[in-house]
């Protein structure tokens, strides 16, 4: 069943791209068809939700923030103790690669992902990886589709402590949010927003989560959030725009009589949303200032 026939729709929902059963995906080092783009049911990523990645976004030949996302990228490789198999300049080289070979221009996300690798045994422990990491980038075509605002729905799934499963690691192992989102559709919404250890509104299960009140940007602190690269330059934006902003502790009551909110995200950038729990957020509409910040993020991407 699609969320068409469900009626659900989501931050990553695209429009169909024919072209995108033709790409080519790197792999180790290859850049191989979509059919041969194959890796072992022994690899640690699959077994066991062992990795990072990023998601990229190509806009007019550019990769946008490149040089922060493959920061993010090793910060989080480190993290874990996993070892890349190349530099910074080897990545981009690859990312760069991948994009010539697929004659890309706009328009296009691309996923870099790396696990442990192919393990010895089916088993838990680091070790069992032996061949060295797994490296994949895809690219597909890709443009935001939404045919209306997101419906959110608070879930009990919350973001966790840094010493269970730090929630700015852009991990492999997302069951989590995943729970989050599946119980946000059984609530009848899109995706899910989440609170922290606290009870304070943070973040969906998918992107950023911003509120408006007053002409005023409200985020959450940021500690138990992903460090998203996109919310980090709506922050910046706003700064630079003179739009107050504020990073801080704020509650669903705040939330509920918020003149606007929206998302952020790589891939879909600024996307607004309609209702939580219900509850139509300002006039159920994209707002002003969500508006104005997606006019500055265009200009900033060159979009």
């Known amino acids: 069943m699609n969320d068409t026939q469900t009626g659900h729709i ?30 072992s049911v022994y690899d640690a990523g699959f077994m066991l939700g062992d990795g990072v990645w990023e998601g990229l976004r190509l806009y007019n030949g550019k990769w946008s923030f490149a040089e922060e996302h493959l920061d993010r990228l090793f910060e989080g490789a480190k993290a874990i103790d996993l070892d890349i198999g190349m530099d910074k300049k080897a990545a981009l080289t690859a990312l760069l690669d991948t994009q010539k070979a697929n004659g890309m221009t706009n328009d296009v ?3 870099f992902m790396v696990t442990r690798g192919v393990k010895t045994r089916p088993f838990q422990h680091p070790k069992l990886s032996q061949q060295g990491p797994t490296v994949a980038i895809i690219m597909e075509h890709s443009r935001q589709k939404l045919p209306r605002p997101i419906k959110l729905a608070t879930v009990p799934h919350l973001r966790g402590l840094p010493m269970t499963q730090d929630p700015k690691l852009n991990s492999h192992s997302k ?13 009848g919404a899109d995706e899910a927003l989440m609170l922290d250890i606290h009870g304070f509104v943070n973040t969906t299960n998918a992107c950023n989560f911003f509120i408006v ?12 959030c992903m460090n998203g690269i996109t919310r980090a330059k709506v922050i910046d934006l706003c700064r630079a725009n003179d739009i107050p902003v504020f990073e801080r502790n704020f509650t669903l009551v705040d939330t509920y009589s918020a003149d606007e909110a929206f998302l952020t995200g790589t891939f879909g950038a600024q996307t607004p949303v309609g209702s939580i729990d219900g509850r139509v957020i300002g006039d159920g509409q994209m707002g002003r200032v969500t508006q104005r910040l997606r006019d500055l993020y265009k200009a900033l991407v060159g979009a």
Do not use: F
């Open 10 to 39: 989501s931050t990553h929902q695209a429009e169909e791209d024919a072209r995108n059963e033709a790409i080519l995906i790197y792999v180790n080092g290859r850049i191989v068809p979509k059919r041969e783009a194959l890796v």
């Open 175 to 187: 069951l989590n949010c995943i729970l989050a989102c599946i119980a946000a559709e059984k609530a």
């Open 109 to 111: 996300h691309a996923r």
């Open 213 to 224: 009140r007053k002409g005023a940007v409200w985020t959450s602190t940021g500690d138990y």
